[in-house]
């Protein structure tokens, strides 16, 4: 099938070109465009016109969450949004038959205090990040084609090789030999590596999956002690971890916050959150009892491509 995939060059799109390159004619569309291996072509936004007859639209292009909170919001908008809606538009005109778009579990709910995230929440994001996911959603959802199949995703957050954020920080303490000061909070999360998410759009492409919006996750949810032991562990390294008082840690992490330091606010929730999100839903769609990679298994990937680098 002949496959489009916006935002080709960041990190989930690179992973999916590898991921699906083998069975699919992949075509490309970014703000650059040069040329890319396992790739036809890619085209600007403004080449939009001289794209070529395609089955499939993967859409990934957005502007990523910005935990230092430097980024103006109209920002968000006019990417998240305004590329849904352009992208979106010129799906409904053409001859494509599926149109995927990669959301975030920010989009239904900041924060998930007890029990689990699932599709039937209704939707409270905060902050123009999620808001702005919310908002591509809706504009989705209001001119669903009886024709063709159209697919939300909203993925908690995702891993793998090339990943950069919050996860490489952490592995960076860790690989440093750096206490880890956090351990008194204790959470759950919950995270998709990069090969579920492969195999989740894969399955999308090829089934006749119904129309809808789906969580994407790992069946199992880690705390973030349990995380910095796997990455003590896949890099050879012994875990240090210390239970320092959470009022002392919150005080840093406001200061850390108006100086912009590594550990704010924002990032302090990320690291001590509990999130859990249940992926039943689209394992139901899928056929399938679990993902075929575990968040173990995920993970020692991950941390095993920061290791090469």
Request: hydrophobic letters at 40%; a neutral charge; proline letters at 5%.
């Amino acid at each position: 099938m002949n496959i489009l995939i916006t935002g080709i060059h960041g990190f989930v799109g690179a992973n999916l070109v590898a991921a699906l390159e083998t069975n699919h004619t992949i075509y490309g569309l970014d703000i650059i465009a040069p040329p890319k291996d396992g790739v036809i072509k890619t085209f600007s936004w403004d080449e939009i016109s001289e794209i070529p007859e395609i089955d499939t639209i993967i859409h990934l292009a957005g502007k990523a969450h910005d935990t230092k909170n430097q980024t103006e919001a109209q920002v968000y908008f006019d990417i998240n949004t305004g590329l849904t809606q352009k992208i979106y538009d010129w799906f409904l005109q053409s001859s494509a038959k599926k149109f995927i778009f990669f959301s975030t579990v920010k989009a239904a709910a900041d924060t998930v205090a007890g029990g689990f995230l699932t599709e039937d929440v209704i939707p409270t994001p905060k902050g123009p990040y999620g808001e702005s996911k919310i908002a591509a959603e809706n504009y989705i959802l209001q001119f669903l084609p009886i024709d063709k199949s159209v697919y939300i995703l909203r993925p908690a957050m995702i891993h793998g090789p090339g990943n950069k954020g919050n996860l490489n920080l952490l592995y960076k303490v860790v690989k440093k030999g750096i206490p880890y000061p956090l351990g008194a909070f204790e959470n759950r999360r919950s995270f998709t590596s990069i090969d579920n998410i492969s195999f989740v759009v894969e399955q999308l492409i090829i089934q006749d999956i119904p129309t809808g919006v789906y969580n994407v996750a790992d069946d199992e949810s880690l705390s973030t002690n349990e995380l910095i032991k796997l990455i003590a562990s896949t890099s050879g390294k012994r875990s240090k971890i210390w239970h320092w008082s959470p009022q002392l840690i919150r005080m840093c992490a406001q200061i850390g916050t108006k100086l912009h330091l590594p550990l704010n606010n924002e990032r302090l929730q990320k690291l001590t959150e509990n999130y859990v999100v249940c992926n039943n839903k689209i394992k139901s769609a899928m056929g399938i009892d679990k993902m075929p990679v575990s968040a173990k298994n995920g993970f020692e990937k991950t941390i095993q491509s920061f290791e090469r680098k």
